[in-house]
């Protein structure tokens, strides 16, 4: 996004709000920042349809806003952290959502507000996988993907349940800024700094000990290491002192995906910062991150990213 000026995030609040995607939108745009040294940052403000006027939230505690609906009209990015899945978003709202010029981006069940507005209508969208069939069924012209942590299609991005808003918003960021200050947010915030949003939902057990007797994340830790050099499974299953077929069934059970395919999605996130390197050519990213060709390279990161390298290094390099 080419300005030079604050770039205007404007999130909803209303009555039995649950705080938590709320509370991660804030963190992520209401603070400033400026120890990252950008030309411009966020402001934030929260909009209701009801400013001034006391709303409940979940878990007992009340909240005001100083911000009517009008504002979306004016902000160059608009988030709705969620919303109720019956019924419809009420006539005020809809309005204001398409009155929007700028970014639409829902978290969780906010895709019901959008799809009752009619924004949704012929795009890819996802949601929490709780509500996804209820989505598809009221919505049928949205095409709904229950598997998914965030789907960009054109000014709207939709991102699934909770913590996968902190997915969604670090991807704004790293669309808006670039990989360097989109990592740099994420550790602040003490999450990974980058999950595709391809990536499943659904992960039986998405936690990676750091304790020394996890074979598992032992094995993780030591390929993350050697992103560069060949990996195969029985490296890997190696690395964790398992055989391949066990290594491979424990680490799908665990991580929700096969090792390899892991180690692909580490290989492209390691990229995005070289990518951003005008002066690497591709064939030496795609070296340096451990892929054997670099037509091996643009395959896997075009089937992840849903661009070329190419394209990503021309989009992120022609912003501030």
Not at 72 to 80: C, G, K, L, S
Not at 178 to 199: E, Y
Not at 255 to 269: D, L, N, T
């Amino acid at each position: 996004m080419r300005i030079s000026r604050p770039h205007r995030v404007a999130v909803l609040a209303y009555e039995g709000m649950g705080p938590f995607e709320f509370g991660v939108v804030v963190e992520v745009f209401g603070l400033p920042r400026p120890e990252l040294d950008v030309p411009w940052w966020y402001t934030l403000e929260v909009c209701s349809a009801t400013p001034g006027k006391p709303m409940r939230a979940m878990g007992g505690f009340t909240m005001t806003t100083e911000h009517g609906l009008d504002r979306f009209a004016h902000a160059d990015t608009v988030i709705i952290p969620g919303a109720p899945v019956t019924g419809e978003p009420s006539l005020e709202l809809a309005e204001a959502l398409r009155s929007v010029r700028g970014r639409l981006v829902s978290i969780c069940s906010g895709a019901f507000s959008l799809a009752g507005a009619g924004l949704l209508d012929g795009r890819k969208a996802t949601t929490h996988w709780r509500y996804a069939d209820r989505l598809a069924a009221r919505y049928p012209r949205v095409s709904v993907d229950p598997n998914v942590l965030y789907v960009e299609d054109g000014n709207i991005v939709t991102g699934a349940g909770s913590a996968a808003g902190l997915d969604v918003c670090l991807h704004l960021v790293r669309s808006d800024h670039g990989a360097k200050v989109a990592n740099t947010v994420a550790r602040r915030l003490v999450i990974a700094p980058h999950r595709a949003g391809g990536q499943a939902q659904f992960i039986q057990t998405p936690i990676v000990s750091t304790e020394s007797s996890d074979p598992i994340a032992d094995s993780m830790q030591w390929a993350l290491s050697q992103l560069a050099s060949p990996l195969t499974l029985t490296d890997l299953a190696r690395a964790a002192h398992l055989a391949p077929r066990t290594y491979q069934r424990k680490f799908t059970s665990r991580m929700g995906v096969p090792p390899m395919r892991w180690v692909i999605s580490q290989r492209i996130a390691a990229s995005l910062a070289l990518l951003e390197t005008p002066d690497l050519p591709v064939e030496k990213v795609a070296e340096a991150v451990g892929f054997e060709s670099p037509v091996t390279f643009r395959h896997h990161f075009t089937k992840a990213m849903r661009t070329s390298p190419s394209s990503y290094r021309r989009a992120f390099t022609a912003t501030p």
